[in-house]
């Protein structure tokens, strides 16, 4: 039950950006900004859903904390969420409007491994070709891994494509065992 109002939440603001015209990445990464705050100040959301502090209370902490320092639509948001008793669930409703974020400005996040860093070069030659491949547009995640001995492997949605020297070493195990 809880997954379905965190999403109402998202797709309320999300909804509430389009009808506006405010930048939906824009509020994207002020969510993203403010759920880093309440990452490292977990006792801040704490006093927010204390039930021993009242309501004006709450909602003054937050003017102080943040209005003027964010949007209008943000700032009204994270008081409807305190207001509500559910501003514990603010990281799960970043989530969720990252989702709907990314479906409609067709995005996709792809995690590359490969031994070393990649050089700029090769990363926008990866990322142009990875663009081409999925048609979407491709936020680039670099993972290193040592163990994959040489190559690289690509993870996005559900997809991976190995093109590894380990991933190689341990497809010809297999047809070797097979034998």
């Not at 970043?94 to 050089?119: A, H, M, P, R």
């Not at 142009?128 to 936020?139: A, D, P, V």
């Not at 001995?149 to 020297?165: C, F, H, K, L, M």
Request: glycine share 6%.
């Amino acid at each position: 039950m809880i997954e379905q109002y965190v999403n109402n939440y998202a797709l309320a603001l999300f909804s509430l950006c389009k009808e506006s015209g405010q930048s939906v990445k824009d509020v994207y990464d002020e969510l993203c900004g403010i759920d880093s705050i309440f990452a490292e100040n977990g006792d801040f959301v704490m006093l927010l859903s204390s039930p021993v502090i009242t309501e004006e209370e709450k909602l003054d902490m937050l003017k102080n904390a943040f209005e003027g320092n964010i949007s209008d639509t943000v700032y009204d948001f994270i008081c409807v969420l305190t207001e509500n008793r559910h501003i514990t669930d603010f990281s799960e409703i970043c989530k969720s409007f990252k989702t709907l974020y990314y479906q409609d400005e067709n995005i996709v996040e792809v995690t590359v491994k490969t031994t070393v860093s990649l050089g700029e070069n090769q990363r926008q030659k990866l990322k142009s070709k990875l663009e081409s491949f999925t048609g979407m547009n491709i936020i680039l995640n670099e993972e290193i891994d040592e163990a994959l001995i040489g190559g690289i492997v690509v993870n996005y949605n559900d997809t991976q494509i190995d093109a590894s020297i380990k991933g190689r070493l341990a497809k010809l195990k297999t047809a070797l065992a097979a034998l």
